[in-house]
């Protein structure tokens, strides 16, 4: 079965500096990946997805991630955070088949960002 | 934002007692997921629908049962609620099984069970 690994429960950074959240999985197959962003209070918001090809995804508010398949990593950056960029990030990935595609989430990751 | 609406948002209930969330969607998919959500362990699959009266179990079905009806709406029951599922409750979406597609979340229900 497949499983998700975020190493950090917790990350604090100061506003203007870079972000860096891990991601590790354990699959069989290629695999599909998503990062999600949760607001304190609110539902899931899709961040970036990997499928195949470019191992570098852009997302929306200026995240990206990268794939590097011989480290099993999906880590997410980005270079500047905004206050309004605190909330949690959970990275899943995906067993893609005809009956649904069912998610694997990582325990997320909270992050704090300082004046 | 895809069109799906979660009903209650919030609910107390006492052990014992059955509870039912409702999740209604109007962007007319076919794939509807319950998952919960706890500290620690990110979301986890519940039971999904792949169309109406079609449903399988997820990773952790124990204790819940799901009804769909109809393509808008994916019913989760909780027949006789115990404290373990004091959970948040999420919803999602997705039109299939194609590889581009992304799964939509509702806002999610609160549920306590004291």
């Known amino acids: 079965a497949q499983s998700v690994t975020q190493p950090d429960i917790h990350i604090t950074v100061s506003e203007g500096a870079s972000l860096e959240l891990r991601c590790n999985y354990s699959?069989?197959?290629?695999?599909?990946l998503f990062w999600y962003v949760q607001s304190p209070g609110q539902g899931l918001q899709l961040l970036l997805k990997?499928?195949?090809?470019?191992?570098l995804v852009q997302g929306i508010k200026g995240f990206e991630a990268e794939f590097k398949r011989s480290q099993s990593s999906f880590n997410l950056r980005k270079p500047s955070v905004h206050w309004s960029d605190a909330a949690e990030y959970f990275c899943?990935?995906?067993?893609?088949?005809?009956?649904?595609?069912?998610?694997?989430f990582g325990g997320g990751t909270r992050v704090l960002v300082k004046p | 934002d895809a069109g799906i609406t979660q009903s209650p948002r919030h609910k107390v209930t006492e052990t014992g007692t059955p509870v039912t969330l409702r999740c209604h969607q109007t962007?007319?998919?076919?794939?509807m997921y319950w998952y919960r959500q706890d500290p620690g362990h990110g979301l986890r699959l519940i039971h999904y629908?792949?169309?109406?009266?079609?449903?399988d179990k997820g990773e952790v079905s124990d204790g819940y049962s799901v009804s769909r009806s109809k393509t808008e709406d994916f019913l989760l029951t909780l027949e006789s609620a115990t404290s373990s599922q004091t959970s948040v409750y999420f919803c999602?979406?997705?039109?299939?099984?194609?590889?581009?597609?992304?799964?939509?979340f509702g806002p999610g229900t609160r549920l306590t069970v004291l």
């Open positions: 629908s792949y169309g109406v009266k079609d449903t």
């Open positions: 990997y499928f195949s090809g470019d191992t």
């Open positions: 699959y069989g197959a290629t695999p599909y």
């Open positions: 962007e007319n998919h076919r794939y």
């Open positions: 999602a979406i997705d039109g299939g099984g194609s590889s581009t597609d992304t799964q939509y």
């Open positions: 899943a990935v995906a067993l893609i088949k005809a009956a649904g595609n069912k998610l694997t």
